[in-house]
């Protein structure tokens, strides 16, 4: 007799737009690897739909979902509960719709230092790290950074006072002596990891920094991907840096959801390595 396979379980991603994601080819890989029953869907939501759209998907037996630009900060609001995680990002990428409710993490920081540690080999712990940026996506690679016990975290931003802010939230979440904030124009010393968590490069800008910030052997990384090296770090190699793009995290992020709502961790590096050959 064949067993009737059990129906998948329900996931999709939110954003607008979303026609580009690469989020249901990952989490197929990962449900593919790991066997689990799981069938995860694009869904565009409109601007002024969010909320709805989310409880849309709840109605028809969704069990969680990741969330993207621009919904990010709508997603705190649809959570009726939020990891720390999300509650320091102050934004939500996974919702888990779960009998106590609805729950938003963010998965993004973590994913980010662990592509970083796991995949790039480079560890965060002791080294100088510079934050390029202050919005939305610095804000949540602060406390994984901080968790990993870096020298120094310096935070630079066009505008300082956003900067300044975002530091002094951290400073009460072990983050006093460590974490500090600038100007570019004020950047001083090297740094072994020069993260570029800033909107530039969607506009092929580069961040004003100093070719000096690069320490010999330095690790540059663009939170961006694309298939080609964004300007940042086109110029981190002309400048001695090892580089890496945003794809990394992207399937490191999408392994912490799948963890959350699977309960198992999905191996990235095939996955990682099959969206490269495909470049
Ligand atoms: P995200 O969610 O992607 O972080 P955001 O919250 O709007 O988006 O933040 C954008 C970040 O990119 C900010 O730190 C912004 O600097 P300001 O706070 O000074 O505006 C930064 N940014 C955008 N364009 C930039 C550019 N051309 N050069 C340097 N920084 C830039």
């Known amino acids: 007799m064949t067993a009737i396979p059990a129906p998948a379980d329900r ?4 954003g607008n737009p979303i026609a580009h994601s690469k989020s249901p080819e990952i989490h197929a890989a990962f449900a ?3 066997g689990h029953a799981v069938a995860y869907e694009k869904r565009l939501a409109p601007l002024d739909g969010f909320a709805a759209a989310v409880h849309a998907f709840i109605a028809e037996g969704g069990r969680g979902a990741n969330v993207t630009v621009p919904f990010k900060l709508e997603a705190v609001k649809v959570a009726q509960a939020l990891t720390v995680r999300a509650q320091a990002a102050g934004a939500v990428n996974t919702l888990h719709f779960t009998d106590d409710g ?3 993490d963010n998965t993004d920081g973590a994913g980010l230092v662990a592509d970083i540690v796991n995949n790039a080999g480079v560890p965060v712990a002791g080294r100088r790290v510079l934050l390029l940026g202050a919005g939305g996506a610095a804000r949540g690679a602060v406390l994984p950074l901080l968790e990993h016990r870096p020298a120094q975290l310096v935070i630079a931003n066009r505008t300082v006072a956003t900067a300044q802010a975002l530091a002094g939230q951290f400073a009460a979440l072990g983050g006093a002596g460590v974490v500090s904030a600038c100007g570019y124009a004020d950047l001083a010393g090297e740094f072994d990891l020069v993260i570029n968590a800033t909107a530039a490069s969607l506009g092929a800008e580069l961040p004003p920094v100093p070719a000096t910030v690069f320490a010999p052997g330095a690790l540059a990384l663009d939170m961006m991907y694309g298939k080609e090296p964004t300007v940042f770090l ?3 190699a002309r400048h001695g840096a090892t580089v890496r793009d945003g794809l990394g995290m992207l399937v490191e992020q999408a392994a912490e959801a799948f963890a959350l709502w699977r309960g198992i961790h999905p191996d990235t590096a095939p ?7 495909q470049r």
């Open 271 to 277: 996955v990682l390595q099959s969206l490269r050959e």
């Open 11 to 14: 996931y999709c991603v939110f």
């Open 102 to 104: 609805i729950i938003g």
């Open 32 to 34: 593919a690897q790991t």
């Open 234 to 236: 086109q110029f981190a």
